[in-house]
């Protein structure tokens, strides 16, 4: 894809308008502001910059252009998001090289899994499909307009019925392996009579089951989730999921999330269940903000796609014991990252989709009457062990302070633990000890994981910038990210400038250097590079010199602070050099044991770091 291209797309179409279109924007000063969507925040630190086409978040550290917010918001790929965003300016995108020999791109297995998903629902409509397959259904309390929103569907009873019907059509069967349709035959082969008088190297992956297709945010099919037909064979796993393919990766799907998307957004909360039926049930009920994951514990990437749409999620999942300890490892993962989480908890050992056929309305309540997450746990722990008892009120201490270590916000945490001591009688002191323990444990093992850059240069905001010299670095190449004069007029001024080797370190500068006319942004993929870069574009323009300055004036008084910059720049590179200088002779002059040299030095060293010139 030319860069031309990308270019013309973003002139063409308004961030603020774009931006504007999933969160609210307030003018201020030369910036739009926002409550930041990608994290919780009462006070708004998300800003937009129309002019120079660009966001960033101070809160989170996020940021870049129209492209970098909608693939972060739709959690969607590069690709996906220039087709959308062209679509809307009105671009039209030239093909990608080789694109009509590869018959494994993503495009072609979307095709291929969208008439999988019409051979399905077709098999369901069908004679057999309704008599074994559609009364079953109906049992469980499933309307015809349910099965028809989530497009369920029937793989019939035999090897190779989905293979023949997707072979008739033009597919072959290395698309439909990658596609998680069919499985390879093994060496042994099937001792299957039916089987063996196939000459066929493949068979159907699903077969009696009912089909329960799982979407992306924009409605295509990627995979499914198919449960064992009614008096299918029991001895068979009754859930079985595609696996990962090219547009299916069970670590980031959520079942569901296509038709909640909308109401999750309007509602802020997502409320999660254990399985397919539950989801339906749960959107049955007018309870539409509902996913599930699929066939895994639920994962920081989901967490982070529901995060999009709302702060808060409420976990619904079984009361038993696998249920509960389900619902506990789902509220840490949430919880760590700042969402507020709360446990919907039923009285009888009925599930979401038992409920929902039964008493809807019931079910509406007890999701209203959910419990904080911390507050269940605590009861949870409470009712296990006796708190009247030394042994119980430990263990039920340290039980809590195992949650507790994944609440970040200091108020709430010292609030949870004046809770604690007040259920299990004990002085708060006491049991914050504990808690502090648990917690001081926890860190300790983290803290032998730094952030890596992979650059071998950490990044301002990982590292602090200790030395003035590497500031004034930081401050300049801002200075060039911000203005594309005054990125012009540096790099005549570094031709033949000792102070350039320095500026390339830094790992931003290689860009600047790239971009030639165009945005340096434009060019980093990197998102922690990239979020780097947007921080330090907004930190200029947001400084105190431009607050009142007229655009038309803004670049020669950037110019102007920018040349101050660099002139003090060149003045710490030769006081540094200058030291090392004399730490070199300051060696020379202890080895010889010249006491006089070595005061002599002393005084010059101390004297140079000491100007603030």
Not at 219 to 233: E, F, L, M, Q
Not at 326 to 346: G, N, P, Y
Not at 430 to 454: A, K, M, W
Not at 457 to 478: A, C, N, Q
């Amino acid at each position: 894809m030319s860069d031309g291209t990308i270019d013309e797309i973003k002139a063409r179409l308004n961030i603020v308008d774009l931006i504007g279109s999933y969160v609210h924007l307030d003018k201020s000063g030369v910036h739009y502001k926002a409550c930041c969507p990608f994290h919780q925040e009462r006070t708004p630190s998300f800003m937009v910059n129309e002019e120079k086409n660009m966001w960033h978040c101070f809160g989170c550290g996020k940021g870049g252009d129209v492209f970098a917010f909608v693939m972060e918001m739709e959690g969607l790929e590069f690709r996906e998001v220039l087709k959308m965003l062209a679509e809307r300016a009105g671009v039209e995108l030239p093909q990608y090289k080789g694109e009509e020999k590869n018959k494994e791109t993503k495009d072609r297995v979307y095709e291929l899994l969208e008439l999988a998903t019409k051979f399905f629902e077709k098999q369901l409509a069908g004679e057999v499909g309704q008599k074994k397959i559609g009364t079953y259904l109906s049992e469980r309390g499933l309307s015809q307009e349910s099965i028809a929103t989530f497009r369920l569907g029937y793989a019939p009873d035999g090897w190779r019925h989905l293979l023949e019907f997707l072979t008739s059509r033009g597919f072959s069967v290395q698309e439909m392996e990658s596609a998680g349709l069919v499985i390879k035959k093994s060496n042994e082969g099937n001792q299957d009579s039916r089987f063996k008088t196939q000459d066929s190297t493949h068979y159907d992956r699903f077969r009696d089951r009912i089909m329960f297709p799982i979407f992306d945010i924009l409605g295509r099919v990627i995979g499914y989730s198919a449960r064992v037909a009614p008096g299918g064979d029991e001895t068979q796993a009754k859930y079985i999921n595609t696996p990962e393919t090219p547009v299916y990766h069970k670590s980031r799907a959520l079942y569901g999330l296509f038709q909640a998307k909308m109401a999750m957004k309007q509602e802020g909360i997502t409320v999660i269940v254990e399985g397919n039926m539950d989801v339906i049930a749960m959107h049955q009920a007018g309870i539409k903000n509902t996913v599930a994951v699929s066939g895994t514990a639920l994962t920081d990437e989901q967490l982070t796609t529901m995060k999009r749409y709302g702060s808060e999620v409420k976990l619904f999942f079984d009361m038993d014991g696998a249920g509960q300890k389900a619902a506990r490892k789902s509220a840490e993962s949430a919880l760590s990252k700042e969402m507020i989480v709360s446990v919907v908890a039923l009285t009888s050992g009925k599930d979401a989709s038992d409920m929902g056929k039964e008493n809807p309305e019931g079910l509406r309540e007890a999701v209203k009457a959910s419990i904080p997450a911390l507050r269940y746990f605590l009861q949870t722990s409470l009712k296990q062990y006796d708190q009247n008892t030394p042994d119980g009120k430990r263990k039920i201490a340290e039980e809590y302070a195992e949650l507790l270590v994944f609440v970040k916000n200091p108020i709430e945490r010292a609030f949870w633990v004046k809770e604690l001591s007040e259920a299990i009688q004990m002085e708060e002191k006491l049991v914050l000890g504990v808690v502090n323990t648990v917690i001081q444990s926890r860190e300790r093992r983290e803290r032998y994981t730094p952030f890596e850059t992979g650059r071998g240069e950490p990044l301002k905001g990982t590292i602090p910038f200790g030395k003035r010299s590497e500031l004034l670095r930081e401050e300049l190449v801002g200075f060039m990210y911000a203005d594309s004069v005054v990125r012009e007029t540096f790099f005549n001024l570094l031709l033949d400038d000792e102070t350039k080797s320095f500026l390339e370190k830094h790992p931003l500068y290689f860009f600047l250097v790239q971009a030639g006319i165009r945005d340096p942004l434009t060019l980093i993929e990197d998102s922690v590079l990239k979020n780097e870069a947007t921080r330090l574009i907004f930190h200029i323009l947001e400084l105190p010199d431009f607050i009142d300055v007229p655009e038309e004036d803004r670049t020669g008084k950037m110019l102007e602070i920018a040349k101050s910059y660099f002139e003090d720049l060149k003045r710490e590179i030769t006081k540094r050099e200058k030291l090392i200088a004399l730490e070199r002779a300051l060696r020379e002059a202890r080895e010889k044991n010249d006491n006089e040299l070595e005061k002599k030095l002393l005084a010059q060293f101390t004297e140079i770091s000491l100007d603030k010139s």
